[in-house]
C-alpha cells in the first residue's frame, strides 16, 4: 500500500525502494529520479519508524550456535547497490547546486578512522562542543577503541603505509589517553583539592 489518507487530513506515503518479496519498487524509483524544490520544514520533522528491519541478529554472541540467515542473492544485492547509488547521485546533485563539491563529503579510510578517534575522545571527555562540559562515557570509549584495534588486526597487510600510520598513531594516542583517565578516576581525590585552598 504506497498511500493511505489519515483522519487527521496528512498524507503518509511509503518511501521504501524494496517490496515485502524484495522486489525493487518502480513508483518510488521514478519519485526519487524526479527532483523536488527542497523547503526547510519550519521545525523538524518527527521520526518515521524505520521501514528494513535486519534479519542479521545483532549483536552476535561470540562462539553462540545461532541461525543466521544467508546473505542476500547477487541479484538482489545487485538491485539494492543500483538504488543505493541511484540515492546517491541525487544527493550528489543537491550538494553540488549548493556550491559544494561532492568529494567533500565522500568516506575514505582516513575520515572513517579519524571518526573513530574524535568519538574515543569526546567519550574520554578529553574534547567537547564549545559552550558545553566533557562527558565521560569510559565504557563508550574501551568499545570504540577496541573497534580500532579490531580494524588494525583485521585490516593487517591491506592498507597503504598512510592508512596504516595514521590507524596505529590514533590507536596509540586512544590507548594512552584512555589509560590516563581511568588512572586519574580510580585515584582517591586530594585533601583541599575540592575546597580549592589557597594556603591562606
Known amino acids: ?25 518502480k513508483d518510488v524509483r521514478e519519485e526519487v529520479e524526479t527532483p523536488k524544490a527542497a ?85 574520554l571527555g578529553l574534547m567537547h562542543q564549545q559552550g558545553e562540559q566533557p562527558r565521560v562515557d569510559i565504557i563508550g570509549a574501551r568499545q570504540t577503541i577496541d573497534t580500532l584495534a579490531l580494524l588494525a588486526e583485521k585490516t593487517k597487510g591491506n592498507l597503504t603505509p598512510v592508512e596504516e600510520n595514521f590507524l596505529q598513531n590514533s590507536l596509540y594516542e586512544v590507548r594512552m589517553a584512555y589509560v590516563e583517565v581511568t588512572n586519574a578516576l580510580s585515584r582517591p581525590p586530594q585533601p583541599g583539592a575540592a575546597t580549592g585552598t589557597s594556603g591562606r
Open 39 to 123: 523547503t526547510p520544514p519550519a521545525r523538524p520533522p518527527a521520526k518515521e519508524p524505520a521501514p528494513y528491519v535486519s534479519s542479521v541478529p545483532f549483536p552476535p554472541q561470540a562462539g553462540a550456535a545461532q541461525d543466521v540467515p544467508p546473505p542476500p542473492t547477487e541479484s538482489e544485492q545487485q538491485a539494492q547497490a543500483d538504488a543505493y547509488r541511484e540515492s546517491s547521485k541525487e544527493l550528489d546533485s543537491r550538494v553540488e547546486l549548493s556550491g559544494r563539491s561532492a568529494k567533500e563529503f565522500e568516506m575514505t579510510f582516513e575520515r572513517f578512522l579519524a571518526s573513530l578517534y574524535m568519538t574515543a575522545m569526546v567519550q
Open 1 to 25: 500500500m504506497a498511500e493511505k489518507k489519515q483522519e487527521s487530513g496528512f498524507t503518509v506515503t511509503d518511501r521504501r525502494l524494496f517490496t515485502e518479496d524484495g522486489e525493487l519498487r
